[in-house]
């Protein structure tokens, strides 16, 4: 019974030394570093702004709603506007996109084209994700 005992306790005894030696490899060893977002590219977008309200429900049960801005192309396409924010060290008000609801607009922002492969043979889709809109600018309808 004595011996069980002492092998029981020796492979405990081994099995915490062996996994505090791991831990401390562990440790020293590098982390592995997130990769550089890719850069923002100068974008024009054209066509309407349109309004929608999304209604969220959090996990109490409350429902919230929320304006979000889309910019509709040509061809009928939404493209997801984001949120205007004020610039850093300027003095000037971010965009009010809500004035521009229901006019046709041209848009400067910063973002990101995604191109993936489509569903039809040798199709590429393009994406385009805008993350920070530059300027705003009124135009006649075509």
């Known amino acids: 019974m004595k011996h069980w005992m002492r092998a029981t306790l020796l492979v405990a005894v081994l099995g915490m030394l062996t996994s505090m030696i791991h831990a401390e ?3 020293k060893a ?3 570093d997130r990769p550089a977002p890719p850069p923002l ?3 024009t977008l054209s066509g309407k702004v349109v309004e929608k309200t999304i209604e969220r429900t959090k996990k109490d049960g409350t429902k919230s709603e ?3 801005f889309a910019l509709e192309d040509a ?3 939404q ?3 984001p949120v205007p924010r004020k610039v850093k060290g300027s003095d000037a008000a971010p965009i009010d996109l809500a004035s521009y609801v229901g006019k046709n607009v041209t848009i400067t922002a910063k973002g990101l084209k ?3 492969k489509g569903k039809k043979d040798g199709e590429e889709v393009t994406k385009l994700i805008p993350k920070e809109i530059t300027a ?3 135009v006649a309808a075509p």
């Open 79 to 81: 493209i997801p506007l």
């Open 75 to 77: 061809e009928g396409k």
């Open 30 to 32: 590098p982390k592995k």
């Open 66 to 68: 929320m304006k979000v």
């Open 41 to 43: 590219e100068e974008m």
């Open 136 to 138: 705003i600018e009124e």
């Open 114 to 116: 995604q191109v993936r």
């Open 25 to 27: 490899e562990e440790a």
